[in-house]
Nanobody, 125 residues
Framework: QVQLVESGGGLVQAGGSLRLSCAAS????????LGWFRQAPGKEREFVAA????????LYADPVKGRFTISRDDAKNMVFLQMTSLKPEDTAIYYC??????????????????WGQGTQVTVSS
């Protein structure tokens, strides 16, 4: 398994930007697909973005397409989520996840077997 720790969340005004980071430990980090999910109060966890095990293929949820970008730096065991043009409806706890050995990106949480503790993102109107 891969251990994951998110950071970079905070309070931002609508229209602003944030960059979430997720640090991973584990020698085989580069072999796994990575994803970002979020959970707003009173709602179920939902898919945000994912990338394949080598990072060339990405997948985004419709609400964030064109505004969010997922990237990975395997040399540093890091995955990032650059968020721009933030909206109040983006307010949620954001989780990074790893799973799917040598797999492509997936919007299904069942592919991922390692999860971080989450970081809060709050967008004010």
């Amino acid at each position: 398994q891969v251990q994951l720790v998110e950071s970079g969340g905070g309070l931002v005004q609508a229209g602003g930007s944030l960059r979430l980071s997720c640090a991973a430990s584990g020698r085989t980090f580069e072999r796994y697909a990575l994803g970002w999910f979020r959970q707003a109060p009173g709602k179920e966890r939902e898919f945000v973005a994912a990338c394949s095990w080598y990072g060339a293929i990405t997948l985004y949820a419709d609400p964030v397409k064109g505004r969010f970008t997922i990237s990975r730096d395997d040399a540093k065991n890091m995955v990032f989520l650059q968020m721009t043009s933030l909206k109040p409806e983006d307010t949620a706890i954001y989780y990074c996840a790893a799973g799917g050995l040598f797999a492509g990106p997936s919007n299904s949480s069942s592919q991922y077997d390692s999860w971080g503790q989450g970081t809060q993102v709050t967008v004010s109107s």
